[in-house]
């Protein structure tokens, strides 16, 4: 009886690995077919018609095997893979054949990387504002005698730096804003910054200042003594002093700078107005001192010592008048010795 069972056991476990080879064999045999389909079409693309027949001749002799009870292989069926585009990453197959031998080799196209979703972009937090930008918000650099090596204040906080320091009062020196940079901004970085449509009317005002104390530096230009607001090169044939304004046609003293003395001449006007011109100069000595480079009269108003003249630019300490850049430069042993700012060297 134990033999029996054992015997009947085996049956049935081979009655259950029969049906699971049926169950199976359909799968596969459709698998076959898929893939002998694709080895076609890879043959074909590549112009290797003989590789063709091993597979079809394959694919015959196992439908003539009436196993799998499978409906006849349909040739002009389209599998999956026939109607499914050839992608860029894949892998084609090709046989050749030499005489009775037959190799199979592997072909790997181009490998084609997608570009990444993420660019990293350089960025740098402004001193000013705090915020983190590209760089490309930077402008860099301001001025070529700038000594900084990259721009920490965005192009926004210049503008407005710019426009703050113009729109108080326009002046011809604007300091490069970056940290320990004494650099001067010339024109041309002033109409960079502010030569687009929000800051337009600000640099037509600067050009137009810019434009009037260029003037001024002339000897021979002269500006109406009559509030016309224009202003002339003195002709070299001028007589007697005496400049005719192109626009009202009223006349101005070249010598004083004035209207017309009429029925004076320049030494009878100074004559009579001695008293007035002493008067001035007392002023003037107890109140202004001269550049010492363009000798021109500057009052100091309030502030520090560090003066700097508008006409020339030249900078200089107002109690000794000394050299400011070898001050900057060298230290305060450069002031006058006898100058309160004095610092003899070592302290």
Known sequence: MCAKAVEHSMVRRFSGYMNLVLKLLPMLIAAKNILNNSVSFAAQSSNQDTALNAPVERKSRFEENNL???P????TRKSSLDRRPMQPNHVGRSNQSDGEESTTKIHLNDIYLSPPTLILRKI????????EKLISMYREPLHQRCTHRECNICNDCVYNYVRQTLGTMLEEQVNCPELNCRAVLNFDSIKQILGNTRGKKLFERYDRFFTERALERMPDFVWCAHGCGS???A??????NIISCIKCKMKTCFVHKTKWHEGL???QYDNQTAKTIRDSEKWLVQNTKKCPSCKSPIEKAAGCDHMTCRKCNYEFCWACLADFDRIRNHGNQYHHSRCKHYASPGE
């Open 124 to 131: 740098r937090a402004c001193q000013v504002c705090y915020e």
């Open 231 to 233: 202003g002339q090169l």
């Open 235 to 240: 002709a070299s044939g001028v007589q007697n």
């Open 265 to 267: 001449t320049c030494a």
């Open 72 to 75: 006849p292989y349909d040739k």
């Open 68 to 70: 799998s009870g499978l």
